[in-house]
């Protein structure tokens, strides 16, 4: 790899639920460290971790130039329900959409369907009268000598924060924003969220529930980045902080804490920006990237260098696989699959006797049984200990022994007892049930989004994902696995690629039989000016790259889909372009078009980035193969013969390109391990990577 000339230190640090991961690139080196997560204050973490790395490098914290920071405190948040204490203020008659949702079942049969509850009771609800309809046109005015008692009644109640969601207020905000001028001024105090800026787009109920998400956590996520950004100073940072977004560009400390929704899903984000990097990096146009760290496991397809996007997704979902059981949020973001199957989820026996694993996670503290950290439920990482995969002593680079005889005692009591099991075969059992569920959650990602998932390059990367990724290619019939460097800190590396970079989406119906360009190009040019100074903040002076598309769909159809648009001031005679485009969107999906039905634009989307630093990989020469001598050997359990058999264990900082490894064999480094099964060989090619080939039969 060459890094451009010059290049200052740069920082990405990514908190996850278990472990707290950072990367440096300085002066042409990469270095990563990773520690235990802090939950109690996770600025702990943050900065215990990036001393020691700033230690290893030689560099003090005024020699950093950037520091990119994702976290999953906004998602955990939500999901725990340890947010603020909010309230909604919406349309008299409306108080009850985050509740009647879309009224239908994500589980036709389930007579004892269970229902994500509101992030908002129902007591804390409170309609207020104006309305406004779907044109924008003030039907019934604000009644703002009401809201004088209301404001006390949310003092009374100590409200934290307040969401206000009104109806039809993406096309006029005129209402939302008095009604938080006034709150503002008579409750100084009171965090204010509207839903006409967290989510300017029609369907009300995606729309107020991402503004009760958003109040939700913005006070804690605003406590917790100004708690942060005061440590960075007191240590003597003072470079710019800037903020992952789900979405995978990068934004400031200010738009993160007035827009604390929109850092939901930003670690994971940084992933799959880390695989599209690999990806541009080998050439590879179908990419599978599977990022599986200590709490969950992340699947993205990659597609032609570029991860798949949506604008909407679901957090907290109750049942596992159903799309409906979760609680919707309508954000920019990176599409993937999430499932809590990492190495700390917790193992058990159903009461039919069957194995299940997660979603629950030991997490950090008191962490998988062997971390002797009082953890006594089995985890997945215990399994993989018990398997022989994982060496118990130089687990982390050494600075963590494993306690083998806590975990054997958690699985014999939980699994192996109960079913009957030697110990082996029960954290096989645990194993497999982890890697049958991710490889499903890959099946089901790939045929919702109407993509194949076989024939693609599996891009494994995360503390525990090279552990699994040969088994989890064996269940998705894949032949070709790559384990890139720092592989273990993926996501850290990933926010380094990432660009400064701000999306807005605009709901605005238009006809294509009735194109109004002048409308199309006034909306563009307001969404530029609001884009331009929040990416401006990080980006100075530098050009701007601006794209744009479209959410369109056939008239009377009930969903659109994404559309992308010429970048340039639009005319009335581009409605055939527009039109000539969805149809080709269309066609690529469902493989046909619908003749003689018009075509109308719901929203439309404008990304304005800056350019990132380009990692630029030079011309690499095929490397010679040679046979490495091991490091050592170890008992292994092999699932085939079930028995322990002697495997070659490697030094990944020991072996050149070129490097064969038949399977089976372990590669070993400081944050992670990879598995080289019997039905793969294993080779370092050109750029250092561990590339995982099926063996032909």
């Given at each position: 790899m060459v890094w451009r000339e010059g290049s200052e230190a740069r920082l990405g640090v990514d908190i996850g639920g278990t472990f707290t991961d950072v990367a440096l690139e300085s002066a042409g080196r990469r270095l990563s460290a990773k520690i235990l997560t802090t939950p109690e204050a996770p600025e702990r973490a943050v900065l215990e971790v990036m001393r020691r790395v700033l230690g290893e490098a030689g560099l003090g914290p005024a020699d950093l130039s950037i520091i990119i920071h994702g976290t999953t405190l906004a998602t955990n948040a939500i999901i725990e329900r340890k947010g603020a204490k909010t309230a909604l203020l919406t349309t008299e008659g409306f108080r009850d959409t985050i509740e009647i949702r879309h009224e239908n079942r994500f589980e036709q049969y389930d007579v004892n369907i269970d229902l994500p509850p509101p992030l908002v009771p129902r007591r804390l609800r409170f309609p207020v009268r104006e309305r406004i309809d779907a044109r924008g046109r003030v039907l019934v005015p604000l009644d703002e000598p009401a809201l004088m008692p209301l404001a006390e009644r949310l003092a009374a109640e100590e409200i934290e924060s307040v969401a206000i969601g009104f109806l039809h207020s993406f096309t006029n905000p005129a209402h939302e924003r008095r009604v938080g001028e006034i709150l503002a001024r008579r409750l100084p105090g009171l965090v204010i969220t509207l839903s006409s800026e967290v989510s300017p787009e029609m369907r009300e109920y995606e729309r107020f529930s991402t503004a009760c998400a958003n109040a939700y956590v913005q006070p804690l996520i605003g406590r917790y980045l100004g708690n942060l950004e005061a440590s960075l100073r007191q240590e003597g940072f003072v470079c710019p902080l800037f903020l992952m977004l789900s979405g995978g560009g990068l934004t400031s400390v200010e738009t993160a804490i007035r827009f604390p929704v929109r850092l939901v899903e930003s670690g994971p984000a940084g992933g799959a920006i880390f695989a599209a990097e690999i990806a541009r990096q080998c050439r590879l146009d179908k990419v599978l990237s599977y990022d599986m760290g200590g709490t969950t496991a992340k699947i993205c397809l990659i597609d032609e260098l570029k991860p798949q996007t949506n604008r909407a997704f679901e957090v907290a979902r109750i049942y596992r696989f159903k799309k409906g059981s979760g609680l919707p949020l309508r954000i920019p973001v990176i599409e993937m699959v999430e499932i809590g199957a990492g190495g700390g989820s917790i193992a058990r026996v159903d009461r039919l006797k069957r194995i299940s694993v997660g979603p629950d996670s030991s997490g950090a503290d008191p962490g998988p049984a062997c971390y002797g950290r009082g953890g006594t439920a089995p985890t997945v990482t215990d399994a993989?200990?018990?398997?022989?995969?994982?060496?118990?002593?130089?687990?982390?680079?050494?600075?963590?022994?494993?306690?083998?005889?806590?975990?054997?005692?958690?699985?014999?009591?939980?699994?192996?007892?109960?079913?009957?099991?030697?110990?082996?075969?029960?954290?096989?059992?645990?194993?497999?049930?982890?890697?049958?569920?991710?490889?499903?959650?890959?099946?089901?990602?790939?045929?919702?989004?109407?993509?194949?998932?076989?024939?693609?390059?599996?891009?494994?990367?995360?503390?525990?994902?090279?552990?699994?990724?040969?088994?989890?290619?064996?269940?998705?019939g894949l032949d070709r696995v790559l384990?890139?460097?720092?592989?273990?800190?993926?996501?850290?590396?990933?926010?380094?690629?990432?660009?400064?970079?701000?999306?807005?989406?605009?709901?605005?119906?238009?006809?294509?039989?009735?194109?109004?360009?002048?409308?199309?190009?006034?909306?563009?040019?307001?969404?530029?000016?609001?884009?331009?100074?929040?990416v401006r903040r990080g980006a100075g002076g530098v050009p701007l790259s601006e794209s744009r598309s479209a959410f369109m769909r056939y008239r009377g159809q009930g969903h659109e889909i994404a559309v992308p648009l010429p970048t340039r001031p639009y005319r009335d005679e581009d409605a055939s372009i527009l039109r000539n485009a969805f149809e080709q969107a269309y066609r690529r999906l469902y493989s046909r078009v619908i003749p003689g039905v018009e075509v109308e634009v719901l929203s439309w989307v404008l990304l304005l980035s800056a350019p990132v630093p380009a990692e630029t990989a030079a011309a690499m020469p095929v490397p010679v193969s040679y046979s490495p001598e091991p490091a050592r050997v170890r008992p292994v359990f092999d699932p085939e013969t079930g028995e322990f058999v002697e495997v070659a264990i490697h030094e990944r900082r020991n072996l050149r390109p070129g490097a064969f490894i038949p399977g089976p064999a372990v590669i070993v480094e400081d944050e992670t391990s990879t598995v080289v099964s019997r039905l793969f060989n294993a080779q370092i090619d050109a750029f250092g990577y561990i590339e995982l080939t099926r063996r032909q039969v």
């Open positions: 993989d200990l018990l398997l022989g995969r994982i060496d118990p002593v130089g687990f982390s680079g050494g600075r963590m022994a494993l306690d083998r005889a806590a975990a054997e005692a958690a699985m014999r009591r939980e699994v192996a007892e109960p079913l009957g099991l030697a110990i082996e075969l029960a954290a096989l059992g645990v194993s497999e049930i982890v890697d049958e569920n991710m490889a499903n959650a890959a099946r089901v990602h790939a045929i919702e989004s109407g993509k194949d998932a076989r024939g693609r390059t599996l891009i494994a990367f995360g503390g525990a994902a090279p552990l699994h990724a040969a088994r989890m290619a064996e269940k998705l384990v890139p460097s720092y592989a273990g800190v993926g996501s850290a590396v990933g926010f380094l690629r990432a660009p400064i970079a701000y999306e807005i989406v605009r709901s605005a119906l238009q006809r294509l039989d009735m194109f109004e360009a002048a409308a199309a190009n006034a909306l563009f040019a307001a969404m530029r000016a609001e884009a331009e100074p929040i």
